[in-house]
Nanobody, 126 residues
Framework: QAPLVESGGGLVQAGGSLRLSCAPS????????MGWFRQAPGKEREFVSA????????YYADSVKDRFTISRGNAKNTVYLQMNSLKPEDTAVYYC???????????????????WGQGTQVTVSS
């Protein structure tokens, strides 16, 4: 089983909202930076958002800024992605990932992420 498990994906109309969750399976990631990436059909996987291990530092792709909010649960082991004002171009498989060592530069790249989930499908209809 993948070390991270995503949930909360589904089909929603444009302008709607979804909340994705990412929970660990078999280990703890409370001291890791956590990120969300997405991959649309025929496109490369891209960065969406990330949060530092403490939950205080957050990062967003320009395409989702002011619409998506990333947060960590109280135990810092679960990560959420609240997605509002969804657009058809947000349609993709969304992946959660964990990185033990990151910098403000690398946190928005796939390079430092050691652990990945299997993804959850988000489909936004127009």
């Amino acid at each position: 089983q993948a070390p991270l498990v995503e949930s909360g994906g589904g089909l929603v109309q444009a302008g709607g909202s979804l909340r994705l969750s990412c929970a660990p399976s078999g280990r703890t990631f409370s001291s890791y930076a956590m990120g969300w990436f997405r991959q649309a059909p025929g496109k490369e996987r891209e960065f969406v958002s990330a949060v530092g291990w403490s939950g205080g530092d957050t990062y967003y792709a320009d395409s989702v800024k002011d619409r998506f909010t990333i947060s960590r649960g109280n135990a810092k082991n679960t990560v959420y992605l609240q997605m509002n004002s969804l657009k058809p171009e947000d349609t993709a498989v969304y992946y959660c990932a964990a990185a033990q060592r990151v910098s403000a530069v690398t946190i928005a790249t796939m390079t430092p992420y050691n652990y990945w989930g299997q993804g959850t499908q988000v489909t936004v209809s127009s």
